[in-house]
């Protein structure tokens, strides 16, 4: 997660989502990761981008982070 931040931070995104979908599979409960990959997403116009924003707030409603 933290590589991804630093990937976004500089302007990286489609590495970014990558890092981010990398830490998804290490915990696939990880919500801060599908909001941060649904920024990055967010960044490059890609739609799926909404269905991660979903996926983080069912995640932290469940009370799994």
């Not at 890092?19 to 801060?32: C, H, K, M, Q, T």
């Not at 909001?35 to 990055?40: E, F, T, Y």
Request: charged share 30%.
């Amino acid at each position: 997660h933290a590589l991804g931040a630093y990937l976004a931070k500089h302007k990286q995104q489609r590495e970014a989502a990558a890092e981010f979908s990398r830490a998804i599979a290490l915990n696939p409960n990880y919500a801060d990761a599908y909001d941060a990959r649904a920024r990055a997403k967010e960044r490059l116009g890609d739609p799926s981008a909404k269905a991660d924003f979903e996926r983080a707030n069912r995640l932290r409603l469940s009370g799994q982070q």
